[in-house]
């Protein structure tokens, strides 16, 4: 099995080291106004109008104007070796209307192509950057800068992934205290995340593949691989120290805690996959393709770890790391669990439920109260690192031509049969023109260009707002409100597509969030028999989702530390240093719903190895109070130490410059937090001891109709036979007794 898993993880990865990984820069809205506007640009205007297919080399002459002879010349000559690179058809000057500052001092060269490849947008951006060389020999700031939308930024995370594999592998090493037992489930996490990305790599051969596809895959399936792998870990390690031969010690942490870590991740698939429903192909791309690592980790755990517990045996235990925890604490008798600190935390939960309750509610709602100014909107790349030619480009737009420039609205009008039949341009080309540049909040207004068929009239509105600023957004919808006689406009841009996906995603969000409720609650119920427990679990899990939005509405929306998390404020927003510590950054519609799957999967997790816990001591005893005590004994530390892992993983992401990476990691690092501490230690234990024996009642009708797939086992199930000593066996060996 292991030989199996290597082969597997090193020739995916060899596969997509040979075949690439191709990525899509596809978020189309099937349907809407937006996608609309855009079909009808690169249908009816020829190559070079997609509008994934424009770029811009911003010229800047920080000591004098552009228009000197010898400036003219050299960009003359830049011109020549930008229509040498291939898939190159149109390069307009700069020495145009509306290509040169007031100033005189930037200028833009635009350069339109047809026939490149998607997935080589950024190499095609380095080929016009090196073609812009000729200016930059005079002393000229020449910076590409392409009109893709968010999906097109390139993310890279490798050295988040190393940080986040570091300090993993610490916290295991505190966990454990021995250096083989911290390996396994550093090693198990990166073969499983080598197959996952390696299969996401060969996909996007055949389908599209966004590029925030690998850091969602790489967050979720690096936390959750190491995850499962502890919790079997964990339980393989107590069975030895009870004297449990390793075979069977495998067999048993197999069947217990690899049904757990079975039903938990498919609580995670179920969250994901249902972001399907979400009307955005981008959002529903990302839920299945991020799925495919929590698989690859699943698989991993239930076989692969096994494989290495059956190799190691009780070298498991070995390279033991001096001063790190008590010595002796693996072969700890299993008595002592309830003497625990976690034990004793549930002991005095269970006396005082209603007051825990109370506390634990007001906690949580303080949290939470924040998320009622969560701002969302589009995330232009006046927020990206300063060190990206993305952010000059943006910041050289602005100063020149304003903020708007970064976000012109594409307008494509479609015109009557009757209107079409005349000489252009037509009085009502003109009178659409006149229109659009008396709509608030539009700065200019390109002319008019007329298809050669005559029936598609297509302009650009520059607005006076910046992408990111919501009035953007209302200089779109004022637009679309605008009849003109003969003309229908239809409206494309990031920041149309943009409010096109926020009306959709907001359509659908009520249905994504009842069918993961749903889903989520049956599966429980599936696994533990009980319907006030499953249905408790999915609302639960609802309140760690409330914490999480507030935290993120607290650092973005607010601005109370979106400095501290490393990100660079715009230029609208620079001044004093505490306005380089704190300033509002709108967050991207479809990050909730997404944030949203992927929390609540995770949240599941810790549900299920508690309950499981809780529901086989509660077998054992009859006695709900003390299963409840017991059971919080037993996985509170396992729990708390695979979500300070997941803590430290989301945490070292933030560390990356890309403020998607940073929400996400923001997001997800609060909210396990709060689920693993607030929610399992206090709340989850007091509901389950004022429910009492309700926790587990399960009407007869329902119980003859589920099957029997309890993860938790049955009260038989739980009464392990004593191990026999090594002494006895070797007696009855020697006396031919079986």
């Known amino acids: 099995m292991l030989a199996v898993w290597m082969i597997l993880a090193g020739a995916l990865t060899a596969g997509t080291l040979v075949f690439g990984r191709p990525v899509s820069n596809n978020v189309s809205i099937p349907g809407t106004d937006a996608q609309r506007a855009h079909d009808l640009m690169r249908d009816g205007f020829g190559p070079g109008y997609d509008p994934g297919g424009t770029f811009q080399i911003i010229l800047y002459s920080k000591d004098g104007p552009l228009i000197t002879a010898e400036r003219k010349r050299a960009v003359e000559r830049a011109m020549v070796e930008i229509r040498e690179v291939p898939h190159v058809v149109q390069v307009d000057t700069p020495y145009r209307v509306g290509g040169i500052s007031r100033s005189l001092m930037i200028g833009v060269i635009t350069v339109r192509l047809s026939g490149q490849d998607p997935a080589k947008l950024a190499e095609t951006s380095a080929r016009l950057s090196a073609a812009a060389e000729p200016v930059r020999q005079i002393g000229l700031e020449a910076v590409a800068a392409d009109n893709g939308t968010p999906a097109d930024k390139e993310i890279k995370t490798g050295s988040s992934e190393i940080i986040g594999v570091l300090c993993a592998l610490l916290v295991l090493l505190l966990a454990f205290g021995t250096l083989v037992a911290a390996l396994v489930p550093v090693f198990t996490a990166i073969i499983s995340l080598g197959v996952g990305l390696g299969v996401i790599g060969l996909l996007g051969h055949l389908v599209d593949v966004p590029k925030q596809a690998s850091v969602m895959a790489s967050m979720i399936g690096l936390g959750v691989g190491i995850d499962y792998a502890l919790f079997l870990l964990s339980r393989y390690r107590k069975l030895l120290a009870e004297g449990v031969p390793v075979q069977e010690s495998v067999r048993r942490t197999a069947a217990g805690a690899g049904g757990a870590v079975l039903f938990a991740g498919g609580t995670v698939v179920i969250a994901l996959s249902a972001l399907m429903l979400g009307g955005f192909p981008l959002l529903r791309t990302l839920g299945w393709v991020t799925g495919i690592s929590v698989v690859c980790a699943v698989l991993t755990s239930l076989t692969l770890v096994p494989a290495l517990l059956g190799i190691l045996g009780h070298r498991i235990n070995a390279l033991r790391i001096p001063f790190v925890g008590p010595r002796r604490r693996a072969a ?92 252009p341009p037509a009085p009502v080309v003109e009178r659409v023109q006149d229109r659009l540049a008396d709509v608030p909040g539009v700065a200019h207004v390109t002319p008019a260009k007329v298809n050669t068929s005559g029936r598609s009239v297509l302009l650009q509105v520059v607005p006076e707002y910046a992408p990111s600023d919501p009035r953007a957004g209302d200089v779109v919808r004022a637009v679309r ?201 206090l709340l989850v234990p007091a509901t389950m001891v004022l429910l009492g024996r309700l926790n587990w009642w399960c009407p007869a009708w329902l119980d003859r109709i589920l099957p029997d797939l309890s993860i938790a086992g049955h009260a038989d199930d739980d009464e392990e036979e004593e191990p026999v000593p090594p002494g006895q066996v070797k007696s009855l060996v020697t006396t031919g007794q079986s």
Do not use: C
């Open 481 to 681: 409100a605008l009849e003109v006689p003969g003309v229908r406009l239809h409206v494309g841009g990031e920041v149309a597509g943009m409010a096109d996906a926020s009306d959709r995603i907001a359509e659908r969000t009520p249905a994504v969030i009842g069918v993961v409720v749903l889903l989520s609650a049956l599966l429980l119920l599936l696994a533990f028999r009980a319907p006030i427990v499953a249905i408790k679990a999915a609302l639960m899990n609802l309140v760690s989702l409330g914490a999480a939005f507030g935290a993120l509405a607290i650092v973005f929306s607010y601005g109370l530390g979106s400095g501290l998390v490393g990100l660079d404020p715009p230029v609208s927003a620079q001044g004093s240093y505490l306005t380089t510590l704190f300033f509002s950054v709108p967050i991207d519609s479809y990050v909730p719903l997404m944030l949203f799957a992927v929390l609540f999967g995770l949240s599941m997790d810790y549900e299920v190895f508690l309950l499981t816990s809780v529901r086989q001591a509660y077998l054992r005893s009859g006695d709900n109070r003390r299963a409840v005590a017991e059971g919080l004994g037993a996985t509170g530390r396992v729990i708390t130490s695979a979500a300070l892992i997941m803590v430290v993983v989301f945490v070292a992401f933030i560390a990356y410059p890309d403020p998607l990476v940073k929400v996400f990691g923001v997001g997800l690092a609060v909210a396990i937090a709060v689920d693993a501490t607030i929610i399992r230690g």
């Open 332 to 423: 700890r008798p299993a008595a002592h669990s309830a003497a625990s600190g976690w034990a004793g935390l549930g002991t005095w939960v269970a006396r005082r439920p209603w007051r825990v309750l109370a506390v634990a509610v007001a906690v949580l709602g303080a949290l939470a109260a924040p998320a009622l100014g969560l701002k969302l909107g589009p995330t232009d790349d006046g927020y990206a690192d300063r060190g990206q030619d993305a952010r000059r480009a943006y910041e050289l737009m602005q100063t020149g031509f304003g903020p708007g420039s970064n976000g012109p609205l594409i307008v494509v009008g479609e015109l009557d049969a009757k209107v079409a039949a005349g000489d």
